[in-house]
Nanobody
């Protein structure tokens, strides 16, 4: 069973930075994509950033220019560097990994890490 463990969340003032990390229990090469989603109270879960096995990336409109996703094959982790944080970035951030075998796609999720940005 694949496990994803997030770390790096916390409380930060507006304009500050945080770096989230997601460690996988298996090789990162097992996934066609890994990424971060977030969910604020009363809102739907939304995409923050995705990085594909090809190295390509995709960012949510609300965070473009402020976050960078990277994958690290040496230690099987994916990180999310977040800069110029805003109070509206406050949410639980979830790591996601997507594996595709033939025609079957499976999404795996971490437990989430809280990010709180104070104004």
């Amino acid at each position: 069973q694949v496990q994803l463990v997030e770390s790096g969340g916390g409380l930060v003032q507006a304009g500050g930075s945080l770096r989230l990390s997601c460690a996988t229990s298996t090789t990162i090469y097992a996934f066609i994509a890994m990424g971060w989603y977030r969910q604020a109270p009363g809102k739907q879960r939304e995409l923050v950033a995705t990085i594909y096995s090809t190295g390509g990336t995709n960012y949510g409109d609300s965070v473009k220019g402020r976050v960078t996703i990277s994958r690290h094959t040496v230690n099987n982790t994916v990180s999310l560097q977040m800069n110029n944080l805003k109070p509206e970035d406050t949410a639980v951030y979830y790591c996601n990994a997507r594996r595709s075998v033939v025609l079957d796609t499976t999404n795996y999720w971490g437990q989430g890490t809280q990010v709180t940005v104070s104004s």
